[in-house]
């Protein structure tokens, strides 16, 4: 072949050349552009879960530094995806720094929105099947939902206890509420096995009692409290007392120490394997949203589960006077709750999971079959399926400043203003330093204590009614 026949060649095949050229570049840009904007998401999503955020305002909190915890707290609450759990825990901070009327408003406020979400935004849970759940709106666990409502109660005893009761029926309709609709999403015939806090009918019994005419009710509310803590002595003197005697004798009144003991539940992320009825869910789940189906296998994924952290402290020891009155004793498990209700809803979030992956790996399939991809091409794909999935995250956040009891005890004592000493203990043996309030105590009327002991290390924060 002369030169000029070799050049002429070159150049007809110069438009071919540069096209092909140009595909591969193109190609190789969109993949690397992929791949560089998924492992972005991912680092932002796997570095900043809630969890990490909430990390020094917790432990400002536990130490009882709460200035310091609600600043943390409060600029968390500008982030959109934030705001409404931290405002729990924001109402915790202010609860305990002895406003529980602005306490009252938060938690008001979280119920409110909670149930705004319940019906969620369907643009929320279509772009959360191509990200993970951390994009949604947070709508609460069920626990936390129930918990809202034993707080209100027990933050609104604490101002003028006007709506007290109200908060107490408001959460076991919630209960009930909760437990039906999980039933109902996980197609169970088994309902789940999560009880009722005792708490709600304890109030309502002690309510009841304190008007000094409506013993049937207490009666009622107090033998519902003893059928969940069958075992627990001084609710059935509660419950002797409302059906022999009298709220109290003359001259004296009430005191009751709300005990929030020990450092509650809170979420990690884990990697979990999916159940058969896990993947029958995920399964419906697919199935809706577009032309998918499940693969033989899936690998682990990663989800959110309740931890809960070892405590020092599990109940408190009250003195009047110096007299020993005895230990207080549970009426909220919050920790065993939490694990149950969490449980009971754990297949729909592992399905969600579940159905996520696979509509990820369909779609990156879907778009190397219109794209007729093969070779590099083909592998970049691939690649950038991959770092999608690894954008995922498990959603931790969560209620982070519960308390893992909520506990009680009773004071029958003359009016007046007595000293009142309260002592962490840890089986039956004290454990840390002892606090000492005085209260006011009037004739034939109820006052009420909140002091949290969170751990041995630290005097407990006390609120006390006025």
């Known amino acids: 072949?002369?030169?000029?026949?070799?050049?002429?060649?070159?150049?007809?095949?110069?438009?071919?050349?540069?096209?092909?050229?140009?595909?591969?570049?193109?190609?190789?840009?969109?993949?690397?552009?992929?791949?560089?904007?998924?492992?972005?998401?991912?680092?932002?999503?796997?570095?900043?879960?809630?969890?990490?955020?909430?990390?020094?305002?917790?432990?400002?909190?536990?130490?009882?530094?709460?200035?310091?915890?609600?600043?943390?707290?409060?600029?968390?609450?500008?982030?959109?995806h934030d705001?409404?759990?931290?405002?729990?825990?924001?109402?915790?901070?202010?609860?305990?720094?002895?406003?529980?009327k602005i306490a009252e408003q938060r938690l008001k406020l979280?119920?409110?929105?909670?149930?705004?979400?319940?019906?969620?935004?369907?643009?929320?849970?279509?772009?959360?099947?191509?990200?993970?759940?951390?994009?949604?709106?947070?709508?609460?666990?069920?626990?936390?939902?129930?918990?809202?409502?034993?707080?209100?109660?027990?933050?609104?005893?604490?101002?003028?206890?006007?709506?007290?009761?109200?908060?107490?029926?408001?959460?076991?309709?919630?209960?009930?509420?909760?437990?039906?609709?999980?039933?109902?999403?996980?197609?169970?015939?088994?309902?789940?096995?999560?009880?009722?806090?005792?708490?709600?009918?304890?109030?309502r019994g002690m309510l009841r009692e304190a008007t000094f005419r409506d013993y049937d009710d207490a009666i009622r509310n107090y033998e519902a409290a003893a059928s969940l803590l069958p075992h627990c002595q001084p609710i059935k003197w509660d419950l002797n007392r409302a059906k022999y005697g009298t709220h109290s004798q003359p001259g004296n009144g009430v005191v009751y120490v709300f005990a929030l003991v020990g450092r509650g539940p809170y979420k990690v992320e884990v990697s979990e394997q999916p159940t058969s009825d896990a993947l029958l869910i995920a399964d419906r789940i697919v199935s809706a949203v577009g032309p998918y189906k499940l693969p033989p296998t899936i690998a682990p994924i990663k989800v959110p589960d309740i931890a809960l952290p070892p405590t020092d402290v599990d109940a408190v020891a009250v003195s009047v006077a110096g007299a020993t009155i005895?230990?207080?004793?549970?009426?909220?498990?919050?920790?065993?709750?939490?694990?149950?209700?969490?449980?009971?809803?754990?297949?729909?979030?592992?399905?969600?999971?579940?159905?996520?992956?696979?509509?990820?790996?369909?779609?990156?399939?879907?778009?190397?079959e219109t794209m007729k991809t093969d070779g590099l091409a083909s592998i970049g794909m691939d690649i950038a399926g991959i770092a999608w999935e690894a954008t995922e995250g498990a959603d931790t956040r969560c209620w982070g400043l519960l308390p893992n009891d909520i506990q009680v005890m009773r004071i029958e004592t003359p009016k007046g203003t007595p000293s009142i000493q309260l002592t962490p203990l840890r089986g039956g043996r004290p454990v840390g330093p002892s606090k000492q309030i005085d209260v006011t105590v009037f004739d034939g009327r109820n006052n009420y204590v909140l002091c949290w002991f969170p751990d041995a290390r630290n005097q407990s924060q006390v609120v006390i009614a006025q």
Request: hydrophobic content about 40%.
């Open 1 to 80: 072949m002369s030169e000029f026949a070799a050049e002429s060649t070159f150049i007809c095949s110069f438009p071919f050349v540069l096209e092909r050229w140009w595909f591969f570049a193109c190609t190789t840009f969109r993949i690397t552009l992929a791949c560089t904007v998924c492992f972005w998401i991912g680092s932002q999503v796997g570095c900043s879960t809630h969890a990490k955020r909430l990390a020094t305002p917790r432990n400002h909190f536990f130490d009882g530094r709460l200035d310091e915890c609600k600043k943390g707290l409060e600029k968390l609450s500008k982030s959109r």
């Open 83 to 100: 705001k409404d759990v931290v405002n729990l825990d924001l109402a915790i901070v202010d609860l305990l720094s002895g406003k529980p």
């Open 110 to 203: 979280a119920r409110n929105r909670f149930e705004e979400l319940e019906s969620e935004s369907l643009t929320e849970k279509t772009v959360s099947m191509w990200t993970d759940d951390q994009v949604r709106s947070y709508a609460g666990e069920d626990y936390e939902k129930i918990l809202i409502r034993a707080f209100l109660a027990l933050t609104n005893l604490l101002s003028d206890g006007a709506d007290a009761e109200s908060y107490t029926l408001q959460l076991q309709a919630k209960h009930e509420e909760l437990v039906q609709a999980c039933a109902e999403k996980t197609k169970s015939n088994t309902p789940p096995t999560y009880k009722p806090l005792p708490l709600g009918f304890y109030l």
């Open 326 to 368: 005895g230990p207080t004793y549970s009426i909220a498990d919050v920790g065993q709750l939490a694990m149950d209700s969490f449980r009971a809803n754990r297949n729909a979030i592992v399905a969600r999971a579940v159905a996520r992956r696979v509509i990820k790996k369909a779609t990156v399939a879907a778009a190397k």
